[in-house]
């Protein structure tokens, strides 16, 4: 898995690595219960033609198979919930807010901080020349070590806004207002490639964006000099 880049990841990464081991778990246990019955209950040479004993009810089986699944979901319902609201909680407080306009086939971002506003318009990116040392398309430029409100809308079709090192992406619905989530970047500065994960049309591979993650200090340089205009 890629190494997370907002505290909200690793909740993801746990709540992840947990259905996983729960998954391999029960993978076990199915693929012992097939080839204990292949060994054991194989016909056996010599044997009659006659049909094995027919069982018609197993009343502690019956039980077994219905509470154990009944356990188990209740299990998974419970820390997906819990953690699930955690990550898609919006306090409305986060310093910087991002409105994310996801379109056929690019993206804009509007970054507001601090009263000022920097706008950057994108166009559609040929993915072979897509790379984290020179990235091309949009980039939204946030900072290190702070709470980021995003705001998604669409104009057209649904589009989903996806940076593998958020660990989470979240659909863009046209006509929804309320499309909203939060995250907490970490310390850690460097570019991240996003892109659009939802089929939206001939040029769904070419909607491709980057964040890049610089210190604050930064930031304060970027917002001030791009404030008020469009790239």
Request: contains cysteine; hydrophobic residues 40%; aromatic residues 12%.
């Amino acid at each position: 898995m890629p190494e997370g880049a907002t505290e909200q990841s690793h909740l993801v990464q746990s709540l992840w690595n947990g259905a996983w081991i729960a998954a391999l778990a029960t993978g076990i246990v199915v693929w012992g219960l097939i080839l204990w019955a292949c060994a054991f209950h194989r016909k056996k040479k010599n044997s009659s033609n006659e049909l094995p004993p027919q069982v018609r009810y197993n009343l502690p089986i019956e039980i077994l198979y219905t509470v154990v699944p009944i356990i188990m979901v209740s299990v998974f319902f419970y820390f997906t919930a819990r953690d699930e609201t955690e990550i898609m909680k919006v306090t409305g407080t986060a310093p910087v807010k991002v409105k994310v306009d996801g379109y056929q086939w690019s993206w804009r971002f509007t970054t507001e901080y601090q009263g000022k506003t920097v706008k950057v318009d994108g166009v559609p990116v040929d993915l072979a020349k897509q790379n984290v040392d020179n990235p091309e398309g949009p980039q939204l430029v946030l900072p290190t070590g702070a709470e980021v409100e995003f705001d998604l809308h669409s104009p057209d079709v649904i589009h989903s806004f996806w940076v593998p090192a958020f660990l989470f992406k979240q659909d863009v619905f046209p006509g929804q207002v309320h499309n909203k989530f939060q995250i907490k970047t970490l310390n850690r500065t460097g570019v991240f490639i996003g892109r659009c994960a939802e089929l939206c049309g001939v040029d769904h591979s070419k909607m491709l964006f980057s964040v890049k993650l610089v210190p604050q200090s930064e930031f304060d340089q970027y917002i001030q000099s791009q404030a008020g205009s469009a790239q």
